[in-house]
């Protein structure tokens, strides 16, 4: 993450963290992330560890990239859903 975008990154990870609930940890909200951005494309595996932690990302990755839940999952297998889709 580029400096100046430390600080809405963190803001926007707060706002997923506190819309979720007590449950997701901030620390486990920002590792995942973290993760799925320095790899610059999101893995199966890293959008059901979203998935499992309470965060609808299916859901609002079909909202940015206008496409339904199914045609998502396949563009995630693909290896087709980069970094621009999750911020």
């Known amino acids: 993450v580029a400096a100046d975008q430390i600080v809405p990154t963190r803001r926007m990870l707060g706002d997923v963290s506190a819309g979720i609930g007590p ?52 563009l995630v297998e693909e290896g087709r859903v980069g970094r621009d889709e999750m911020t």
């Open 23 to 74: 449950d997701l940890d901030m620390r486990r909200i920002s590792y995942l992330y973290g993760t799925a951005f320095a790899q610059q494309r999101l893995f199966t595996v890293d959008v059901n560890q979203f998935a499992g932690a309470g965060v609808p990302i299916y859901d609002e990755l079909a909202k940015v990239t206008k496409k339904t839940v199914p045609e998502v999952r396949a």
